[in-house]
C-alpha cells in the first residue's frame, strides 16, 4: 500500500518562508516525476513545481524565483521550499508521484500509477 505524507503547511506572514515535505512509503519500486499542486477555493487545482527522476525541473510561471522543488530518491521525498510567499499562494497544497511502481512480489512490478498526498494547508496572511 502506496501513501504520499505531506508535512510543512501552515500560517505565515507575507514576505516569509515555508518548506514542504512529502514522503512516500510502501514497496516502492521506482518513481518517475514528483511534484506539488495547489488549489485554492474556488479555483482548479494547478501545477506548482515538478521534477523528475532525471532532468529539468518545472515551475509554474507565478512562483518562479521564488520557489524550488528538490528530491531524495533514496528517501522517496519530494520537497518545496517557498520564500517570499505571497496572499495569493494560500492554498492547499497535494505531492503528487508520477508513474509509481511498487514490488508485487519477489518476481514482478505494477503497472506505473499516478498516487496523491492529502493534502496540507499553506495561509499567507496581507
Known amino acids: 500500500q502506496v501513501q504520499l505524507v505531506e508535512s510543512g503547511g501552515g500560517l505565515v506572514q507575507a514576505g516569509g518562508s515555508l518548506r514542504l515535505s512529502c514522503a512516500a512509503s510502501g514497496s516502492i519500486f521506482s518513481i518517475g516525476a514528483m511534484g506539488w499542486y495547489r488549489q485554492a477555493p474556488g479555483k482548479q487545482r494547478e501545477l506548482v513545481a515538478s521534477?523528475?527522476?532525471?532532468?529539468?525541473?518545472k515551475y509554474a510561471e507565478s512562483v518562479k524565483g521564488r520557489f524550488t522543488v528538490s528530491r531524495d530518491n533514496a528517501k522517496n521525498t519530494v520537497y518545496l521550499q517557498m520564500n517570499g510567499l505571497k496572499p495569493e499562494d494560500t492554498a492547499v497544497y497535494y505531492c503528487?508521484?508520477?508513474?509509481?511502481?511498487?514490488?508485487?512480489?519477489?518476481?514482478?512490478?505494477?503497472?506505473?500509477?499516478?498516487?496523491w498526498g492529502q493534502g496540507t494547508q499553506v495561509t499567507v496572511s496581507s
Open positions: 521534477i523528475p527522476s532525471g532532468g529539468t525541473t
Open positions: 503528487n508521484a508520477e508513474s509509481l511502481r511498487t514490488y508485487n512480489n519477489r518476481h514482478s512490478l505494477s503497472a506505473p500509477d499516478d498516487y
